[in-house]
């Protein structure tokens, strides 16, 4: 199993920023994904969820309805599009399997 993110950088606030999971080594299309978050010196966090076939997505109440996740199951990725980003969004962004295996995060970090 492998799980690769990618698309964090360094964005202004106010920004976007669109993070990718690419899975690979197991049937993605049977199970649901999330992505979590870590900010330095703090717990990692649930930031969203969603269903394997898509339909049902979950979120985080401190979002806001400003990131919003998706899938495409026959490219096998799970995406995270992230709207008016905030400095406290800054973290490590995580991608996560529902039988439990995690990718090896990407850096968002949101500074002027």
């Known amino acids: 199993v492998q799980l690769v993110e990618s698309g964090g950088g360094l964005v202004q606030p106010g920004g976007s920023l669109r993070l990718s999971c690419a899975a690979s080594?197991?049937?993605?299309?049977?199970?649901?994904m999330s992505w979590y978050r870590q900010a330095l010196g703090k717990e990692r966090e649930l930031v969203a969820d969603?269903?394997?076939?898509?339909?049902?997505?979950r979120y985080a109440a401190f979002l806001k309805g400003r990131f919003t996740i998706s899938r495409d199951n026959a490219k096998k990725t799970v995406n995270l599009q992230m709207n008016v980003l905030k400095p406290e969004d800054t973290a490590v962004y995580y991608c996560?399997?529902?039988?439990?295996?995690w990718g090896q995060g990407t850096q968002v970090t949101v500074s002027s």
């Open positions: 996560k399997s529902e039988h439990g295996y």
């Open positions: 080594g197991f049937t993605f299309s049977t199970y649901a």
């Open positions: 969603i269903n394997s076939s898509g339909s049902i997505r």
